[in-house]
């Protein structure tokens, strides 16, 4: 379902431009957070760094790695979900239902912070709900912790998880108090590691401002008008609605798959929550409901109700995800008024660029500039580039302005804040350098 429209070479999308440049700064030898200023977390930009070590900027690398994340949390759901029993038969329903979920929109074929850290979130489960099932294990235990270390280090608001672990130590372990702190321990050891690294590079205050402090900040807005994100979501949310109330009328069960359903119920609604407190909402968001909608889906799947009925559902469920997601190849988009453009990269605006293979600096929210070209200091995300930019009239903001342009100098610096002026004004050696061209918002190193 998602190759065919992978390999035709749908458009890119501005996060994944600014992913992609966060990777190439990484390859090219500079240090995150110090010299990179983004809130990337640790751990995804470790990926974004060698996806691009290995495949350049390249779209479809990053479309496939994507593939292939989301190929993998379904097999390893499901292979935990048959290994441990948690249903009365065993099959590969689960799976199914989340690679068709997944298949749903391109923004689930992103490679995004919220995708890598649901991989950890996956493998977290066996270590967090097998204690008295297998007996007593500290490794477990820890490892478990790790594994949610791991996803917060993906990507920060995913420690919200810990109340999951929190929940399953309660539901599942014989000694509640030890059990938690081994949990927490084996959280902390990824982010103690980290801590002394950056003790050794200089860079913890840069971490603690960009990756600590910045995701937290309660700003939620839509990347996508809300009715488009809730036409999308309409096929998984009817699922997920039905399969609850196939959950809520099951018989009486094993205590072991009791406390199992108990915990997934506390996964849905932490996802909820890590879902509707980001700063920015849309499709891609949605990313968390996935492992709880084909845990839940499997009741409504196998319950007593007529062949016919759960066949129909699964096939209208299946042709829905086929119609939005091939809107746009088969012309039914207009039909359904889904408006994509304001994640997409448009083709007029990148034509409109009129350097190409050059290092650019873009002093605004335009990120266009860079698709063809390369970007130099460590001023990435305007957001945060505020820190210095934002300050002009503090003279520390300005000193390390100086310092960073210092080491490097765009060829072409797109000014679409109007702060030239003023820069050339306040640091005339580095930024006199530089010449208006036939476009007033484009000034040319001379």
């Known amino acids: 379902m998602q190759l065919p429209l992978v390999l035709w070479g749908i458009p890119g999308t501005a996060p994944e431009l600014l992913h992609m440049l966060v990777g190439q700064r990484m390859a090219d030898g500079y240090q995150m957070y110090r010299e990179i200023y983004d809130n990337t977390a640790p751990l995804t930009a470790m990926v974004l760094w060698l996806v691009d070590v290995l495949a350049g900027r390249s779209f479809l690398a990053y479309r496939l790695t994507a593939m292939g994340l989301l190929l993998l949390q379904a097999l390893l759901l499901n292979y935990n979900l048959n290994r441990h029993n948690v249903y009365v038969s065993q099959n590969y329903l689960p799976a199914l ?106 860079t913890v205050p840069e971490f603690m401002e960009l990756h600590l402090l910045r995701p937290w900040q309660l700003q939620v807005t839509f990347l996508r008008p809300p009715s488009d994100v809730a036409i999308l979501m309409l096929i998984p949310g009817l699922l997920l609605l039905l399969s609850l109330i196939s959950a809520a009328s099951l018989p009486q069960r094993l205590v072991f798959q009791v406390k199992f359903q108990q915990l997934m119920w506390v996964w849905l609604i932490v996802s909820l929550l890590v879902t509707f407190t980001r700063d920015e909402i849309t499709v891609a968001t949605f990313i968390l409901l996935l492992p709880p909608i084909a845990y839940f889906s499997q009741f409504f799947f196998t319950s007593n109700r007529k062949l016919w009925i759960l066949n129909t559902v699964f096939l209208v469920a299946l042709a829905g995800v086929l119609l939005l997601r091939y809107r746009t190849v088969i012309g039914i988009n207009e039909l359904l008024q889904v408006n994509e453009s304001p994640m997409l990269l448009e083709e007029e605006e990148l034509a409109r660029v009129p350097m190409k293979n050059s290092t650019v600096l873009v002093l605004g929210n335009d990120i266009s500039y860079y698709a063809y070209n390369k970007p130099v200091t460590p001023y990435l995300n305007w957001q945060l580039a505020q820190r210095h930019f934002g300050r002009l009239s503090e003279y520390r903001a300005v000193f390390l302005l100086h310092e960073n342009f210092k080491r490097e100098q765009p060829e072409f610096i797109v000014d679409k804040a109007g702060l030239m002026p003023e820069l050339m004004y306040k640091l005339p050696n580095i930024f006199g350098k530089y010449e208006q061209t036939s476009d007033p918002a484009i000034y040319k190193l001379k």
């Open 97 to 202: 239902l989340y690679l068709v979920l997944g298949s749903l929109s391109f923004e689930f074929n992103m490679l995004t912070p919220l995708l890598i850290g649901n991989t950890f979130l996956i493998l977290s489960l066996p270590y967090i709900v097998t204690l008295n099932r297998e007996g007593y294990d500290n490794n477990r235990l820890f490892v478990g912790g790790f594994m949610l270390g791991l996803a917060a280090l993906s990507y920060l608001p995913l420690a919200m998880f810990l109340v999951v672990g929190m929940f399953a130590v309660l539901f599942f372990a014989a000694n509640t108090f030890r059990s938690m702190m081994l949990m927490f321990c084996g959280f902390a050891f990824p982010y103690a590691m980290l801590l002394t690294y950056y003790m050794y590079t200089n």
